[in-house]
């Protein structure tokens, strides 16, 4: 019912910034809570940020924390990670997921939470 498509990633140097969006097809996406995770290679996926579905809550990783931000347009269907100050341990394949506000059964930061997922855009961070 909500289809992700996510874009903005690719090759940075460290302290620098990228700004990550996701596109959401569907007329749900304002019910809609959304998170970003990402995955490095040979590791978990792991929680990075969440905003819920009105914009007035968000929770970051304490490895993001100051340094990440979270927003989202409704009118847009987007949601966005600003990533700044990056580091190489940054360096993973980000995903951008949703979830029906009616449909979060557990915690927003965890990944079973979410039911819909976009493709991933890497990004790389070079020291």
């Known amino acids: 019912q909500v289809q992700l498509v996510e874009s903005g990633g690719g090759l940075v140097q460290a302290g620098g910034s990228l700004r990550l969006s996701c596109v959401a097809s569907?007329?749900?996406?304002?019910?809609?809570?959304m998170g970003w995770f990402r995955q490095a290679p040979g590791k978990e996926r792991e929680f990075v940020t969440t905003?819920?579905?009105?914009?007035?809550?968000?929770y970051y990783a304490d490895s993001v924390k100051g340094r990440f931000t979270i927003s989202r347009d409704n009118a847009k269907n987007a949601v966005y990670l600003q990533m700044n100050s990056l580091k190489p341990e940054d360096t993973a394949v980000y995903y951008c997921?949703?979830?029906?506000?009616?449909?979060?059964?557990?915690?927003?930061?965890?990944?079973?939470?979410?039911?819909?997922w976009g493709q991933g855009t890497q990004v790389t961070v070079s020291s």
């Open positions: 997921a949703a979830v029906n506000r009616d449909r979060a059964t557990l915690g927003l930061a965890t990944e079973r939470t979410y039911e819909y």
């Open positions: 569907g007329r749900t996406f304002s019910n809609c809570h």
């Open positions: 905003i819920n579905w009105s914009g007035t809550f968000t």
